[in-house]
């Protein structure tokens, strides 16, 4: 409610953001980089190239996603945004949803379009603002993972 109150937004759908921030909270999972190199890339709110969006990314764009890309029913790949990302990115949501998940095709070929996203990026390619990006996921994550159990004493 308040960040209405501040910006307008939508509402976030919390359960669908704690899962995106659980999933990286999974052992092995992180975060990676990408770099929009098509002129626009739709951040669809499904592994669907014909479902909605929520929004766009314009070529030159670093955006953060979910590590491990995802394939949808044809095979196509695709990369989740961070929560965080999708809030960047997407600023202002239909009002009438809340704020989900949000994923990009990585490449477009097969429909006509050519190659949308290059990455993952190497470390050396990432900026000052994209490490500190990847710093704040990290504590944000560490922050809302589940408490882990410690090991049973020995009898």
Known sequence: RRAQELGGAAPVHWPLAMASLAQLCLPGAGTAWYEVVFSKVLVKRALNKDAPSWGWVT??????????????????????????????????????????????????????????????????????????????????????APARPEAAPAP
Do not use: H, K, N
């Open 59 to 144: 070529r030159g764009r670093r955006i953060q996603v979910i590590a491990s890309p995802r394939a949808d029913a044809e095979g196509r790949a695709w990369v989740e945004l961070t929560f965080l990302e999708l809030l960047r990115s997407c600023p202002r949501p239909s009002e009438d949803e809340a704020l989900g998940r949000g994923f990009c095709l990585i490449d477009g070929t097969g429909i006509g379009l050519g190659q949308l996203l290059r990455g993952p990026l190497a470390a050396a390619e990432c900026t000052g603002d994209e490490a500190e990006a990847t710093a704040l996921t990290a504590r944000l994550t560490a922050a809302l």
